[in-house]
């Protein structure tokens, strides 16, 4: 049995009170648990906590209980540990592939949570590429139309077991491209599977000009560095020095459709493991690159704060990656 996050009851609720109870959320009568149904009239706008200041857009965030080793965060929770590093708004990512996570974490799961705080927490939505949708285009279209209009504002965290290039993922990122949806994805040995190089991500930025493509997770991180050789050094964190070349690099060059999530151990590994190069890196890839933590349990250590504070790059730099490129991003 899910625990009690990710199941919910059978309710039904007046629709007015959406517009009273900002934050009130809807669930049709027999509706099926939040890990495989769609969402039904959760509010898009029901801000009932004040904005706190700060100089940070976190880009990846969760709530839940992500792996069976975590506890449950609660939005509660993260807007606590939001207040005490000054982070002003937060993505919150579902996980929906069976591969990304211990626990199913739905949209509506998501949508639900944040609902009362959407003036610092953003709601993104995500379908498992493998998910029959009768209709073919018109389906997805319909499912993103939806997510969209209930406030989600991008698409991910895209982490199924598939090639990244699989052509059951592509047609996702060509619907979230027609609904402005940017796609933040994580690429590993397992998870959106690629070659040394990254030529399967090139071919998806290549072929969807249209869509926004925000890249995270060990493989993604590790080809930061020219020395990637094999598939299975895609998921490993490298602490070697990095050696001039790296795909990531020159993809972030080549494509305006590709930035980076500096999330995790992946995006603080990446850059702590040679300083040298990671602060020109910030400089040259200035406008490409999200502050993100992937802060999804109680009490977790976050390495992102004091890793980008050790690194010498201007204020109008650091601006860039702690805020205004997101909200460029984001429109917000």
């Not at 100089?55 to 609660?74: A, I, K, Y």
């Not at 995270?216 to 964190?237: K, M, Q, R």
């Amino acid at each position: 049995m899910l625990p009690r996050h990710a199941r919910y009851s059978r309710r039904s609720f007046v629709s007015a009170a959406i517009a009273t109870a900002a934050g009130a959320l809807a669930r049709p009568a027999g509706a099926t648990p939040a890990s495989s149904a769609a969402p039904s009239t959760v509010p898009a706008t029901a801000p009932t906590s004040r904005p706190v200041g700060g100089p940070f857009v976190d880009f990846h965030t969760h709530v839940g209980q992500t792996w069976n080793t975590t506890e449950d965060l609660s939005a509660a929770n993260l807007l606590k540990w939001m207040d005490a590093h000054d982070v002003a708004r937060a993505v919150v990512l579902p996980l929906v592939s069976p591969e990304s996570s211990s626990f199913p974490l739905s949209t509506r799961f998501v949508l639900e949570q944040v609902a009362a705080h959407r003036d610092r927490l953003i709601p993104f939505c995500c379908i498992d590429p493998r998910t029959t949708i009768n209709g073919g285009k018109k389906g997805v279209d319909d499912m993103l139309a939806r997510y969209v209009d209930l406030g989600c504002r991008g698409f991910g965290e895209h982490k199924p077991g598939l090639p990244i290039d699989d052509p059951l993922s592509t047609r996702l990122y060509a619907a979230a491209g027609r609904h402005k949806l940017p796609v933040l994805f994580h690429l590993d040995a397992i998870r959106n599977t690629d070659k040394p190089g990254l030529p399967g991500l090139e071919a998806v930025l290549k072929a969807h000009p249209e869509t926004t493509f925000v890249g995270h997770g060990p493989g993604f991180w590790a080809s930061i560095s020219g020395d990637v050789a094999t598939p299975a050094e895609l998921g490993v964190y490298s602490k070697k020095r990095v050696t001039p070349g790296g795909a990531l690099d020159r993809l972030l060059g080549a494509y305006p459709n590709l930035y980076a999530d500096l999330s995790a151990g992946s995006g603080a590994g990446a850059l702590s493991r040679d300083p040298a190069f990671a602060t020109a890196f910030l400089i040259r890839r200035q406008d490409r690159l999200l502050f993100g933590t992937d802060y999804l349990a109680p009490g977790q250590p976050v390495p992102q704060f004091d890793v980008l504070k050790s690194l010498d790059v201007p204020d109008a730099v650091r601006a860039k990656v702690y805020r205004e490129n997101a909200r460029r991003l984001l429109g917000l």
